[in-house]
């Protein structure tokens, strides 16, 4: 029976954020490559966190408000990052979006970042595959909630 799988569907060249990264560089970084978020990095290239369009406006604003800048992605960026590995289910994360969750996910393999996988692979691998996402194989749900530093 088929299965739809992120590694089909998932954008392999993710341009991510590293660690050190200013709030002004990670703007600069997300206008450029016209993206509404992206994962950020250590030096060996494991996730450490998420930072979105959402979290940078809002410390703009305060920044703003307050007249300072933050100096570091680290300080805005979502540590509890939902990731998913490249085996996992087309159809399982289309399910969980249904709900409050992430609209980008990191996908990991062996403790690096592969990956990314968002809203619109999902609806594209959906329309690909027409109505037979319904008779899929379902694997177990592979996401991983984790705080800080992905292994």
Not at 43 to 50: A, P, T
Not at 89 to 102: D, F, H, Q, R, W
Not at 123 to 136: K, P, T
């Amino acid at each position: 029976m088929l299965s739809i799988l992120v590694k089909d569907y998932m954008q392999s060249n993710v341009q991510a954020i590293p660690a050190s990264a200013s709030v002004r560089e990670v703007v600069e970084h997300l206008l450029k490559w016209n993206v509404t978020g992206a994962p950020v990095v250590d030096q060996q290239h494991r996730v450490i966190g998420f930072v979105s369009e959402q979290d940078c406006i809002k410390d703009m604003l305060n920044s703003a408000f307050y007249a300072e800048e933050s100096d570091s992605v680290a300080r805005i960026m979502r540590r509890d990052v939902l990731s998913v590995t490249p085996d996992t289910s087309i159809v399982e994360i289309a399910e969980t979006m249904l709900g409050n969750k992430p609209k980008n996910y990191p996908v990991i393999e062996h403790g690096k970042l592969v990956g990314l996988i968002n809203r619109r692979h999902i609806l594209n691998a959906l329309r690909e595959n027409n109505g037979s996402y319904f008779s899929l194989k379902r694997s177990s749900p592979e996401f991983a909630v984790h705080s800080g530093d992905i292994q």
